[in-house]
């Protein structure tokens, strides 16, 4: 049995060890919102955060994950309201959506470490999620709309 | 106008309150502060909803529901459809909720996302429902208020009699306007009256997309749902022999290891049902982790499938070739068959004599390889088959074609068979494909539970249905003062060719050959983006560029003046494109590109246009090369796609679709190595990220009110040669084969 806290929840799993996070997220316990694209850390939709870090879901194995803080995308913000997904709807980035959970995890690590990101800071900090849409120009506006609303409090 | 008596279908009714209750269907426009308006925000929707066309249903507080018949991809159609009821209703957008259409082309239309029709194939039946709607609802007012029809009026969801002062909502007159039989033939508005198309509305599902709701196929769970997988061959040209499963069955979670038959011999597939594999191996257990992690444990044995025959609709046969196929042999055999002679596709004057007396020919060759869609949410789909009935759901396209090919594979009636749609990560036409709809209907009914079939990314990438590999020769014939005389394009490909015989420049040259020859192969393809259009862009409009440099001309006044020539004085009678609009496109990038400013000279600057899709497009590539790469720093495009409904969304559809194309053209492909694929995840198969993407992509699009042409596809194809033409600027070498960072790294495909 692994106990797991995920966006401030404490769940009790039974699932091999070795599993990937990502499969015990969406599979044991039902938490979809991350997503399966390549499941070899190339294409970053299964980004969550653990203990604060972006990780890579589908390679991190959820023994790793035990006892520590696991937050998705559905626990980033209470009322959906962080800034990023203000930021998101208000320039209306997706296009199909599939990336976009991992985007945003990704782009909120960015946006807590660097106050006032610059469009290369955005760049190397976001070329490990891949947008098939290619919707990369208005997420790269978004994340400084973000950092704009986080700066303005 | 006639009269067509309205059932209220009290089935859909119920169903629709369920589905209400459960609110995954349901999306929501009114997103003011982020906020979802606290009476839909519970998701406590009242169950009172009345119909008005099977597009429409209102409740007594005036919510107006609109279902979006078409499935969902990225390219908002969830939110641009709705808009064209919305539009012809006179509804207030802030009180639109839109949900997901169930399949149901007798209310809904014929469904099919793809081939950029949308827009085109429901712009006048949405328009006309929304219409009908209205005048039901005009026609309960006056009824109830007593007064004449014509007095009528309506604004914004409400209903008034100015004489009288009356009003009403939309939604107090719903119950009385759906006993009223649904009305034929009713004026549609104005453009220029357009008070919802036209303006950009944000995604409707914009909030549910950030917020990780379940949305998607893979997304789809129900209680007691096993997972399956395939086991595919690793190499097109294999079948499955023999299979040891002990260890697989060993393995916790596992349930079942089988092998199953998609197709019975004979079986006439429809151009939908193109299947790679036709034997499966099947393993099914309770987690996905699980099965992917016992698959490896199965011990299989693959044999040569040899010719194999393939029956289509209408009992047409055709040999499938058992070669285990190499790019190398595959570019060899293309080189040999290129000089063969081809099938006649259109001929214009006298095209050999012109050549024989050329002053000048220029001939160039021009490959593209295989390309993967590489949606980014892998193959996937839900199936629950039983003896009476059958539900699938997940992304699919077409579901108008799947469930022919469903009902005979089940020996079920199409009345049995429910299809839901979620929403697509990604189609670009490889979700218009059956086959993983059938094989997780096969397997539901195999192991007698509720399936969902998963494909992995190496499953995805390696499958087939790919976008063929092209190659083409151009030639041209200018005289002793550098006139054009004659044009000959010769295409092939395999599979299938990609020469638009009737399309632009024919019809501007007087003497014009186009041919066509194909190898057949039994490496699979299918719709990607733009078929043929995608390639036949990049080779023509790269060879164009390259003429009018020899002829001493701007590319775009090159092209300018041929499409003048076209509109003047045409060249045959089957030119599939409007000499005007392919022009106005070329001249609007032009100008917004500052194509002539010095200030512009800086970067290596390409231009392309292409039509197709019934669109036209043009984009102007600013590339720079950056560490010895090469960047395309900013774009300009220029749409003409009619009205434009949603014009933020389009805007970002074209941005996509220059990326999309960038990434292509300049990374993408796949090669095969005795028939198996040598990429087989994104560390193989190059896909464009976040910094090389451009800095800016300014979209214009032209202003007029034809009725919407498409926009899915056509900006795609002439990215692939405006890119070429811009890195001949800035390397003084010309790009003949793709992915161009192949010549780039002086690394080859074969």
């Not at chain 2, 005795?674 to 990220?689: L, M, V």
């Given at each position: 049995?692994?106990?797991?806290?995920?966006?401030?929840?404490?769940?009790?799993?039974?699932?091999?060890?070795?599993?990937?996070?990502?499969?015990?997220?969406?599979?044991?316990?039902?938490?979809?919102?991350?997503?399966?694209?390549?499941?070899?850390?190339?294409?970053?939709?299964?980004?969550?955060?653990?203990?604060?870090?972006?990780?890579?879901?589908?390679?991190?194995?959820?023994?790793?994950?035990?006892?520590?803080?696991?937050?998705?995308?559905?626990?980033?913000?209470?009322?959906?309201?962080?800034?990023?997904?203000?930021?998101?709807?208000?320039?209306?980035?997706?296009?199909?959506?599939?990336?976009?959970?991992?985007?945003?995890?990704?782009?909120?690590?960015?946006?807590?470490?660097?106050?006032?990101?610059?469009?290369?800071?955005?760049?190397?900090?976001?070329?490990?999620?891949?947008?098939?849409?290619?919707?990369?120009?208005?997420?790269?506006?978004?994340?400084?709309?973000?950092?704009?609303?986080?700066?303005?409090? | 106008?006639?009269?067509?008596?309205?059932?209220?279908?009290?089935?859909?009714?119920?169903?629709?309150?369920?589905?209400?209750?459960?609110?995954?269907?349901?999306?929501?426009?009114?997103?003011?502060?982020?906020?979802?308006?606290?009476?839909?925000?519970?998701?406590?929707?009242?169950?009172?909803?009345?119909?008005?066309?099977?597009?429409?249903?209102?409740?007594?507080?005036?919510?107006?529901?609109?279902?979006n018949p078409n499935p969902e991809f990225g390219q908002n159609v969830m939110?641009?459809?709705?808009?064209?009821?919305?539009?012809?209703?006179?509804?207030?957008?802030?009180?639109?909720?839109?949900?997901?259409?169930?399949?149901?082309?007798?209310?809904?239309?014929?469904?099919?996302?793809?081939?950029?029709?949308?827009?085109?194939?429901?712009?006048?039946?949405?328009?006309?429902?929304?219409?009908?709607?209205?005048?039901?609802?005009?026609?309960?007012?006056?009824?109830?208020?007593?007064?004449?029809?014509?007095?009528?009026?309506?604004?914004?969801?409400?209903?008034?009699?100015?004489?009288?002062?009356?009003?009403?909502?939309?939604?107090?007159?719903?119950?009385?306007?759906?006993?009223?039989?649904?009305?034929?033939?009713?004026?549609?508005?104005?453009?220029?009256?357009?008070?919802?198309?036209?303006?950009?509305?944000?995604?409707?599902?914009?909030?549910?997309?950030?917020?990780?709701?379940?949305?998607?196929?893979?997304?789809?769970?129900?209680?007691?749902?096993?997972?399956?997988?395939?086991?595919?061959?690793?190499?097109?040209?294999?079948?499955?022999?023999?299979?040891?499963?002990?260890?697989?069955?060993?393995?916790?979670?596992?349930?079942?290891?089988?092998?199953?038959?998609?197709?019975?011999?004979?079986?006439?597939?429809?151009?939908?049902?193109?299947?790679?594999?036709?034997?499966?191996?099947?393993?099914?257990?309770?987690?996905?982790?699980?099965?992917?992690?016992?698959?490896?444990?199965?011990?299989?044995?693959?044999?040569?499938?040899?010719?194999?025959?393939?029956?289509?609709?209408?009992?047409?046969?055709?040999?499938?070739?058992?070669?285990?196929?190499?790019?190398?042999?595959?570019?060899?055999?293309?080189?040999?068959?290129?000089?063969?002679?081809?099938?006649?596709?259109?001929?214009?004057?006298?095209?050999?004599?012109?050549?024989?007396?050329?002053?000048?020919?220029?001939?160039?060759?021009?490959?593209?390889?295989?390309?993967?869609?590489?949606?980014?949410?892998?193959?996937?789909?839900?199936?629950?088959?039983?003896?009476?009935?059958?539900?699938?759901?997940?992304?699919?396209?077409?579901?108008?074609?799947?469930?022919?090919?469903?009902?005979?594979?089940?020996?079920?009636?199409?009345?049995?068979?429910?299809?839901?749609?979620?929403?697509?990560?990604?189609?670009?036409?490889?979700?218009?494909?059956?086959?993983?709809?059938?094989?997780?209907?096969?397997?539901?009914?195999?192991?007698?539970?509720?399936?969902?079939?998963?494909?992995?990314?190496?499953?995805?990438?390696?499958?087939?249905?790919?976008?063929?590999?092209?190659?083409?020769?151009?030639?041209?014939?200018?005289?002793?003062?550098?006139?054009?005389?004659?044009?000959?394009?010769?295409?092939?490909?395999?599979?299938?060719?990609?020469?638009?015989?009737?399309?632009?420049?024919?019809?501007?040259?007087?003497?014009?050959?186009?041919?066509?020859w194909q190898i057949p192969s039994n490496i699979t393809i299918g719709a990607?983006?733009?078929?043929?259009?995608?390639?036949?862009?990049?080779?023509?409009?790269?060879?164009?560029?390259?003429?009018?440099?020899?002829?001493?001309?701007?590319?775009?006044?090159?092209?300018?003046?041929?499409?003048?020539?076209?509109?003047?004085?045409?060249?045959?009678?089957?030119?599939?494109?409007?000499?005007?609009?392919?022009?106005?496109?070329?001249?609007?990038?032009?100008?917004?590109?500052?194509?002539?400013?010095?200030?512009?000279?800086?970067?290596?600057?390409?231009?392309?246009?292409?039509?197709?899709?019934?669109?036209?497009?043009?984009?102007?590539?600013?590339?720079?090369?950056?560490?010895?790469?090469?960047?395309?720093?900013?774009?300009?495009?220029?749409?003409?796609?009619?009205?434009?409904?949603?014009?933020?969304?389009?805007?970002?559809?074209?941005?996509?679709?220059?990326?999309?194309?960038?990434?292509?053209?300049?990374?993408?492909?796949?090669?095969?190595?005795?028939?198996?694929?040598?990429?087989?995840?994104?560390?193989?198969?190059?896909?464009?990220?976040?910094?090389?993407?451009?800095?800016?992509?300014?979209?214009?699009?032209?202003?007029?009110?034809?009725?919407?042409?498409?926009?899915?596809?056509?900006?795609?194809?002439?990215?692939?040669?405006?890119?070429?033409?811009?890195?001949?600027?800035?390397?003084?070498?010309?790009?003949?084969?793709?992915?161009?960072?192949?010549?780039?790294?002086?690394?080859?495909?074969?």
């Amino acid at each position: 049995m692994i106990t797991l806290n995920i966006n401030k929840k404490t769940f009790n799993v039974d699932v091999d060890p070795e599993t990937p996070l990502l499969w015990v997220l969406r599979d044991t316990i039902g938490l979809v919102g991350t997503k399966y694209g390549c499941g070899m850390a190339q294409c970053g939709a299964c980004v969550v955060h653990l203990n604060g870090e972006a990780v890579r879901s589908c390679v991190t194995k959820v023994s790793r994950a035990a006892g520590q803080k696991v937050v998705t995308i559905e626990g980033l913000s209470e009322k959906n309201d962080h800034p990023l997904q203000k930021a998101w709807i208000e320039l209306d980035v997706p296009q199909c959506g599939y990336c976009q959970s991992g985007q945003i995890m990704s782009a909120a690590v960015l946006i807590r470490e660097n106050k006032n990101p610059t469009e290369k800071d955005i760049d190397a900090a976001m070329n490990g999620n891949i947008c098939r849409c290619g919707t990369y120009l208005r997420i790269r506006k978004a994340i400084q709309l973000a950092a704009e609303i986080q700066r303005k409090g | 106008m006639t009269q067509q008596k309205t059932s209220i279908n009290r089935r859909s009714f119920l169903r629709s309150s369920a589905l209400a209750g459960g609110g995954l269907m349901i999306s929501f426009s009114a997103l003011a502060e982020f906020k979802l308006d606290d009476k839909v925000n519970k998701l406590d929707l009242p169950d009172q909803w009345y119909e008005l066309t099977g597009y429409i249903k209102i409740t007594p507080d005036n919510i107006i529901k609109i279902f979006n018949p078409n499935p969902e991809f990225g390219q908002n159609v969830m939110t641009s459809l709705p808009m064209i009821v919305a539009e012809e209703l006179e509804a207030d957008w802030k009180q639109v909720v839109v949900e997901m259409g169930q399949h149901d082309s007798v209310k809904l239309g014929p469904q099919f996302t793809g081939g950029s029709n949308s827009m085109r194939m429901y712009w006048k039946p949405l328009r006309e429902a929304g219409a009908a709607a209205r005048n039901m609802l005009m026609e309960a007012a006056a009824q109830t208020w007593s007064v004449p029809v014509e007095e009528v009026t309506t604004k914004a969801g409400m209903l008034y009699h100015e004489k009288s002062g009356k009003s009403g909502t939309y939604g107090s007159f719903a119950s009385k306007a759906a006993s009223i039989p649904i009305p034929k033939g009713m004026k549609l508005k104005e453009p220029k009256n357009f008070n919802i198309v036209r303006n950009s509305k944000k995604n409707v599902e914009g909030l549910k997309i950030v917020t990780g709701k379940p949305l998607f196929g893979l997304d789809y769970k129900v209680e007691g749902m096993l997972i399956a997988m395939i086991e595919h061959p690793p190499a097109f040209g294999m079948k499955l022999k023999s299979f040891d499963a002990s260890e697989t069955l060993k393995m916790p979670g596992i349930k079942d290891v089988f092998s199953q038959k998609l197709y019975e011999d004979g079986f006439e597939q429809g151009g939908f049902d193109t299947r790679s594999f036709n034997d499966l191996l099947v393993v099914v257990g309770k987690t996905t982790w699980e099965v992917m992690n016992a698959r490896k444990k199965l011990k299989v044995q693959w044999e040569l499938a040899g010719d194999t025959k393939n029956t289509m609709s209408g009992k047409r046969e055709f040999i499938v070739p058992g070669e285990l196929e190499s790019t190398s042999t595959q570019l060899e055999k293309m080189k040999e068959y290129a000089k063969k002679p081809a099938q006649q596709l259109r001929k214009d004057g006298d095209p050999e004599t012109a050549f024989k007396n050329a002053a000048q020919v220029i001939e160039r060759t021009y490959n593209a390889p295989f390309l993967a869609h590489n949606c980014l949410e892998p193959m996937n789909f839900f199936a629950h088959v039983t003896d009476e009935k059958a539900l699938v759901a997940g992304p699919l396209q077409a579901p108008g074609w799947s469930e022919p090919t469903l009902s005979k594979l089940l020996n079920l009636p199409a009345d049995k068979i429910e299809i839901q749609m979620t929403r697509m990560g990604g189609g670009f036409g490889l979700r218009a494909y059956g086959h993983y709809i059938y094989e997780a209907a096969l397997i539901s009914k195999k192991v007698k539970a509720p399936v969902k079939l998963v494909y992995s990314r190496e499953d995805d990438m390696t499958y087939g249905i790919y976008r063929p590999m092209y190659t083409a020769t151009y030639r041209a014939a200018l005289d002793a003062n550098k006139n054009l005389i004659a044009f000959h394009v010769k295409g092939g490909g395999i599979p299938e060719n990609a020469v638009h015989a009737n399309r632009f420049p024919a019809g501007a040259i007087d003497n014009y050959l186009a041919e066509g020859w194909q190898i057949p192969s039994n490496i699979t393809i299918g719709a990607f983006r733009a078929p043929r259009s995608n390639f036949a862009a990049a080779a023509e409009q790269s060879f164009l560029d390259e003429l009018a440099e020899a002829m001493g001309k701007d590319p775009i006044d090159f092209r300018l003046e041929l499409l003048k020539r076209a509109k003047e004085n045409p060249v045959g009678k089957s030119n599939d494109y409007n000499a005007d609009r392919y022009a106005e496109v070329l001249k609007l990038v032009k100008e917004k590109s500052g194509w002539n400013n010095p200030e512009n000279k800086k970067y290596s600057r390409g231009v392309a246009a292409y039509f197709c899709h019934n669109s036209y497009a043009a984009h102007v590539v600013d590339l720079v090369m950056r560490d010895g790469q090469p960047y395309v720093e900013r774009v300009f495009s220029a749409i003409d796609c009619g009205i434009v409904i949603n014009p933020d969304a389009a805007t970002n559809m074209v941005q996509g679709a220059v990326v999309d194309g960038i990434g292509n053209a300049l990374y993408g492909g796949l090669t095969h190595k005795d028939g198996a694929a040598e990429q087989n995840n994104f560390h193989r198969y190059r896909i464009i990220r976040m910094h090389e993407a451009p800095k800016k992509i300014e979209v214009h699009f032209v202003q007029n009110d034809i009725d919407p042409t498409g926009l899915g596809e056509p900006p795609f194809p002439p990215v692939f040669g405006a890119v070429a033409n811009a890195l001949y600027k800035n390397t003084g070498n010309r790009f003949y084969e793709q992915p161009y960072i192949l010549q780039l790294n002086k690394t080859s495909r074969a």
